[in-house]
């Protein structure tokens, strides 16, 4: 397939995977984000402290890893259809009984089973797409997925806010597991099975062989370890982005939706863009940019304090666009490292890591903020930054190294193919 006809516009069945695939990540990621906007809510109704509350958001976050590292040694035995069905029928009756858990026990037990499986979810959705589109597509179509982000701070955590205010806190899950059901019947009747690596598969591998494989090569690691630090670097300023704003920017309550709002239309807005972005220009280049750019946004923003509210929206904007010039060109990238025989287990391996990564961010943030009082402002948020600074420099060295061997790995595939072509 030539650049040109790579470029051009998508089919209707190419548009249909794109369509499910987004929706599936936006119920998937609002699960997730909704979380923490209800814990006041929450922490209220079931009587348990603000520490319990933690249990509960890491409960997901950790027992997704683990799934993704059990699932990892068999992604690749399976038609990827199949995997995404299943582990989607399990997200929705977690979900479902996060919506009805009663007790402490109860929704831990409930995130523990939604992370099992919603953890497994991104990384089946990466396989699928890497499967289904060429690496000159990726960037816009990897555009459209992650707007599942931006989508549910737009529009899931404002309805859900709103929904639990009337219909109590459990009422987001119960509508996000009717709603999930509906998108699983789609995935069911018109996803096409995604069963070509199953002809390429070694057959004597087996489920932990091919995990120990997949966890040995060298190219494999540095994309581990980059996706370990992209997230550490992404995860760490979030859970104590509010407290921060309310305590030192004196941004108040009632402004919060506006402000997850406007970061969310920011993603939406711009991630199309940044996505065909991405497929004209150099990715490496692009993502450099980006990490630059956020560097300078996320030192500045972590000093300031008792700003105007729309100079928070302004900074908080500037980072969320230093963040999406790293995540769709890093995306693109690092899924374009393994084999076609590999990828399912590659990417199960990289979800894992992304959910442990984001866990310890968010531990070492922990260690690192400090408040007298619930009303003091946050202190030391500022090393947070610097923190967050370093990981993102190390990153661009590690995607530096990912962005050659692909066009190594490319270029090679390209001979390989011209020679098919000459010997028949």
Known sequence: ?????????????????????????????????????LGDMLVKSMDINASS??????????????????????????????????FYVGFVIGTMFCGIADSYATIVAARIITGLFGGVIGSISMAILTDVFPLQKRGRVMGFIQMGFGASQVLGIPIGLYIANHQGWEAPFIYIAGFSVLILLGIIFLL????????????????FSHLL??????????????????????????????IFAVNNLDVHEDQLPVLFMVSGLVSLL????????????????????????????????TNLSGIPFWMVLIFNTGIMLGVLCRMVPSMALISAVPDDSDRGA???IQSSLQQIAGGIAATVAGLIVYQKSPAAPLEHYDMVGYVVSVCVLLTIVLMFY???????????????????????
């Open 1 to 37: 397939m030539s650049d040109k006809s790579a470029l051009s516009g998508f089919s209707s069945y190419e548009r249909t995977v794109i369509f499910l695939l987004s929706i599936t990540q936006f119920t998937v990621v609002l699960d997730f984000m909704v979380m923490s906007p």
């Open 53 to 86: 509350f933690g249990n509960i958001v890491s409960a997901y976050a950790y027992s997704a890893g683990i799934s993704g590292l059990l699932t990892a040694g068999f992604a690749d035995r399976f038609d990827r259809k199949k995997l995404l069905v299943f």
């Open 192 to 207: 096409k099975p995604v069963n070509a690596h199953l002809g390429i598969r070694s057959k004597d591998s087996n489920v």
């Open 213 to 242: 494989s997949t966890l040995r090569r060298p190219a494999y690691q540095r994309g581990f370890l980059t996706t370990s630090l992209l997230s550490l670097g992404g995860f760490m300023m979030m859970p104590y982005g509010t």
């Open 270 to 301: 711009f991630m199309p863009i940044i996505g065909r972005l991405s497929d004209k220009v150099d990715k490496f280049k692009l993502f450099g940019v980006g990490s630059l750019w956020l560097i300078v946004f996320c030192i500045i923003y």
């Open 346 to 348: 590659y990417m199960s």
């Open 402 to 424: 990912i962005n050659r061997y692909v066009r190594v790995k490319n270029k090679k595939n390209d001979m390989d193919d011209r020679s098919r072509m000459i010997e028949s």
